[in-house]
T-cell receptor, first 117, second 115 residues
Framework: GAVVSQHPSRVICKSGTSVKIECRSL??????MFWYRQFPKKSLMLMAT?????????EQGVEKDKFLINHASLTLSTLTVTSAHPEDSSFYIC?????????????FGPGTRLTVL | AQTVTQSQPEMSVQEAETVTLSCTYD???????LFWYKQPPSRQMILVIR??????QNATENRFSVNFQKAAKSFSLKISDSQLGDAAMYFC????????????FGRGTQLTVWP
């Protein structure tokens, strides 16, 4: 159990376009979802925390208008990178925490590789 | 602020040998959780082991065990009988045990396993 999926697994887009990444909890209800960004051989950087039905809380330095997060249901959160530029190219990972968070564990999605040309 | 420090950017071990990865953390909380995550080349984050701060007994999961020193704020991971599949980036993480549930990650240790 406790599976989190992400779609797409990789995406290539042109500069200036918007890209949406979906994060789904497949077999549990996720009250909280987290979005991370990871550069090659680096650690995960938390971008934002989203709770179902409320606005996301962004970490300092993360542009809210560029990285739009919507947690519309207990099984789906989306990250939209608006007007993407080459510097937005990165690996994006989501994680989800359920209603009965076992030891506060987060379950991670497989990640999405974004390349902006 | 909570910080997690992994002082070993890279480690290597011979297959079947034992290796220990270091992690220290800083917190003023008394109740918290500590984790080791493994990230193989596929980049899927996999939970290796977890430790609750209120438990004195060190957590163990098969070949993986931790040495949790609460007073020293140290949380090292020991991998016994290393296997080629253990090669990955290992991240130490801290969670303060509240409903917020955010994780604080260390910078990671890249483990290479030699045959």
């Amino acid at each position: 159990g406790a599976v989190v999926s992400q779609h797409p697994s990789r995406v290539i887009c042109k500069s200036g376009t918007s890209v949406k990444i979906e994060c789904r909890s497949l077999d549990f209800q996720a009250t909280t979802m987290f979005w991370y960004r990871q550069f090659p051989k680096k650690s995960l950087m938390l971008m934002a925390t989203s709770n179902e039905g409320s606005k996301a809380t962004y970490e300092q330095g993360v542009e809210k208008d560029k990285f739009l997060i919507n947690h519309a249901s207990l099984t789906l959160s989306t990250l939209t990178v608006t007007s993407a530029h080459p510097e937005d190219s990165s690996f994006y990972i989501c994680s989800a925490r359920g209603l009965a968070g076992y030891y506060n564990e987060q379950f991670f999605g497989p990640g999405t590789r974004l390349t902006v040309l | 602020a909570q910080t997690v420090t992994q002082s070993q950017p890279e480690m290597s071990v011979q297959e079947a040998e034992t290796v220990t990865l270091s992690c220290t953390y800083d917190t003023s909380e008394s109740d918290y959780y500590l984790f080791w995550y493994k990230q193989p080349p596929s980049r899927q984050m996999i939970l290796v082991i977890r430790q609750e701060a209120y438990k004195q007994q060190n957590a163990t999961e098969n070949r993986f065990s931790v040495n949790f020193q609460k007073a020293a704020k140290s949380f090292s991971l020991k991998i016994s009988d290393s296997q080629l599949g253990d090669a990955a980036m290992y991240f130490c993480a801290y969670n303060r045990g509240s409903t917020l549930g955010r994780l604080y990650f260390g910078r990671g240790t890249q483990l290479t396993v030699w045959p």
